[in-house]
């Protein structure tokens, strides 16, 4: 939608010509049998960024969720994480369905777990009891507006989870944004998870592609075979790893001007309706936008920005989320201004 500013999310890029240059440019083979030199390369590559032991290339994030939940956590045995995370928000309750996984899920601000909350709802090995066996956070929280765990609360939970032999998934779909926002290294995040997910077709601007990392090898064939009952085993994968590598090269740093075109959305919102945004809490490309103190709904402003040429999403009743990325540069931005700052101002 060439004419459109589209900030409903972070994945409606499309690739550049460059990018689409690296993916017809791929050495391929067939990556069921192993044989994919990009993907290959790309799994090790992401593997040694994090630390971890092993990484496994998977279509999506919601798959690299599914694949990493299940290697942590036996079905019928329970993962604790947020109650808005993605996990149980947008996964079609996979966790549940292929893994057979109960969750239970903690209401957290901005989605990010307390130690203390979560340490108060471990359950343990019993002859009738669901037994915690893996906790999960979101790093940056997608419905908690691109927050970002401080690295210390992260720390806090791991040692929660070690000392009661409990593993610690990260659904790091914007890992790279919570990086850029904060400066943490992503070996330090690899250093503190059982498994991640990080997505290359978020901020990243890859057309597909995710990873799923992990902290022992032993963990590797498991999630092949899982990957495969999912559907997930691609052929000449690499077409599409190349594109992942290509985002790693070029389109990491740059997320701090999304990072800087959201502060800049969410100040400009600010001006007009003060009531519907945290701009102290806007850390990375994520802006939320709560409409319940005025008398719109969140339908009628995406409606009104629409017939302005602009594209948000309407997340709740009263809920709007705008998202910055690659496809929108400064001027994207101030014509969003202008159609929100009137979808804002104008009786619903
Ligand atoms: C936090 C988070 N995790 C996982 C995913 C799933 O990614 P995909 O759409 O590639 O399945 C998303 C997608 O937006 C996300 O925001």
Redesign the pocket.
């Known amino acids: 939608m060439p004419d459109l500013v589209d900030l409903r999310?972070d994945?409606v890029t499309r690739p550049s010509e460059e990018m689409r240059r690296a993916m017809a440019a791929a050495d391929v083979g067939d990556d069921v049998y192993g044989e994919d030199p990009t993907v290959n390369a790309l799994e090790d590559r992401v593997a040694a960024m994090f630390g971890m032991r092993a990484a496994l290339y998977v279509p999506?994030?919601?798959?690299?969720?599914q694949v990493a939940i299940r290697l942590v956590c036996p079905a019928a045995d329970e993962l604790i994480c947020d109650a808005d995370a993605?996990i149980v928000s947008?996964?079609g309750g996979g966790a549940a369905q292929h893994g057979g996984i109960q969750t239970r899920t903690l209401v957290a601000d901005r989605g990010l777990l307390e130690v203390d909350a979560v340490a108060a709802q471990l359950r343990f090995p019993g002859y009738h009891t669901v037994p915690t066996r893996a906790v999960a956070v979101?790093q940056t929280?997608?419905r908690g507006g691109g927050a970002v765990y401080p690295l210390s609360r992260l720390k806090e939970l791991r040692a929660l989870t070690t000392s009661y032999g409990i593993a610690f998934h990260c659904?790091g779909?914007?890992i790279w944004n919570a990086h850029v926002a904060s400066r943490v290294s992503f070996d330090e995040y690899g250093a503190l998870f059982d498994t991640m997910?990080v997505?290359l077709?978020?901020g990243l601007g890859a057309p597909v592609g995710?990873v799923v990392l992990m902290s022992d090898e032993a963990m590797v064939e498991p999630a092949r075979a899982i990957r495969r009952r999912l559907g997930g085993g691609m052929r000449q994968a690499g077409v599409l790893a190349a594109a992942g590598a290509f985002a790693l090269d070029h389109n990491v740093e740059r997320l701090a001007d999304d990072h800087r075109r959201a502060a800049r959305l969410a100040a400009a919102v600010a001006d007009v309706a003060p009531v519907t945004v945290r701009v102290d809490q806007v850390e990375t490309n994520i802006v939320p936008l709560d409409l319940s103190p005025l008398e719109i709904d969140a339908a009628t402003v995406a409606a009104s920005c629409r017939a302005d040429g602009v594209l948000v999403s309407a997340v709740g009743p009263r809920r709007v989320r705008l998202v910055t990325h690659l496809d929108v540069d400064d001027a994207g931005i101030e014509r969003a201004i202008g159609a929100l700052q009137r979808a804002l101002t104008t009786p619903g």
Do not use: L
């Open positions: 999310s994945t999506s994030g919601t798959m690299g969720n993605h947008y996964e979101e929280h997608n659904d779909a914007r997910s997505c077709s978020k995710s």
